[in-house]
């Protein structure tokens, strides 16, 4: 088994531009709504970025691996990361992208949640249950913090919930890779399923509510290079990278600056106001995500805290 290193400044930098490429994201998404539905633009994207991924797998020849047992779980992700995007691209309709990001980068409280009844070794310990409460509560107070600048709060409380609904089933796509045996293969391939997945399910549910209609403007065009190659395909790659040399911990704590960035680009690039509930809602949330997910973390560094007591 390979030894995983603790991240170093290389992998900080590369954390933080991977945090602002993925925040903005939703920004970009919004910015250019009203030349491309954003479901239909997630669609296309997952296209573009599912053939630059099949080419790569061509070209390395890499063998695609796929048992009897695996095929449903295969299925079942390509459909939840379809959901995943389908409840993001509808919520930004109605939601901030700031309000997007956060809500979004939830779902591993839904993936904890799930793995403790699902994955025997994956019980929680009464701290991560803590962790779960505040953000809980975080979602709570976010939900009822809402915009002073618009007429229809509640367009902004559906948004807030599309959302979340998107954050869950990321979470339940973690919980089905964990408990199958898609977690033995390669993540190049189990990102293909998800990308051909939400090509093929966003692509009809654009054409079914009427979303395809497209404005070509060059934003529109500079987004869908942005979203196809950076997001979908690049950022990607270069997080699975990452997970092969880091340790997987430490990573996905630096990976919630997401949502902080995500907060400050929609105020920053979309005038988006924060109302202050907000803000304190989305620490609660962050601060319990962080509690759930470095709880191992935690626990190895006591241990190590305490051997170096004890040789003293």
């Known amino acids: 088994m390979t030894t995983r290193q603790s991240v170093d400044q290389s992998a900080i930098g590369i954390m933080v531009i991977f945090c602002m490429i993925m925040a903005s994201q939703q920004v970009v998404l919004k910015a250019v709504a009203d030349d491309i539905a954003p479901v239909f633009q997630i669609a296309l994207r997952s296209g573009i970025a599912g ?15 796929l048992s009897q047992e695996n095929r449903l779980p295969a299925m079942l992700i390509g459909i939840l990361f379809s959901l995943e995007y389908l409840f993001l691209g509808e919520a930004l309709q109605y939601t901030s992208a700031g309000h997007a990001t956060v809500f979004l980068y939830t779902s591993p409280i839904f993936a904890a949640i799930g793995l403790h009844w699902k994955v ?25 913090s809402g915009d002073t600048k618009t007429d229809n709060p509640e367009a902004i409380l559906w948004g807030d919930f599309l959302a979340l609904l998107a954050g869950a089933s990321w979470g339940a796509t973690t919980i089905v890779v964990r408990a199958s045996g898609l977690g033995a293969l390669p993540a190049r ?15 009809a549910w654009a054409l079914l509510t009427e979303q395809t209609q497209i404005n070509f403007t060059p934003e529109l065009w500079t987004s869908l290079a942005f979203h196809g190659i950076g997001v979908s395909f690049l950022c990607f790659l270069v997080w699975f990278w990452l997970l092969t040399r880091y340790k997987a911990s430490q990573l996905g704590t630096l990976s919630f600056l997401t949502p902080v960035f995500g907060v400050l680009f929609g105020s920053w690039l979309l005038g988006e106001s924060i109302d202050p509930r907000f803000i304190i809602g989305s620490a609660l949330i962050i601060g319990g995500v962080l509690l759930v997910s470095s709880y191992d973390g935690l626990v190895r560094w006591q241990l190590r805290r305490k051997a170096l007591n004890c040789r003293s």
Do not use: N
């Open 51 to 65: 053939i630059l991924l099949i080419a790569l797998i061509l070209l390395q020849r890499q063998k695609l691996p």
């Open 120 to 144: 025997p070794g994956e019980r929680m310990a009464p701290l991560q249950w803590l962790g779960i409460m505040l953000a809980f509560s975080g979602v709570v107070l976010s939900f009822y």
């Open 189 to 203: 391939q189990t990102l293909l399923y998800q990308l051909l997945g939400a090509f093929i399910i966003l692509t």
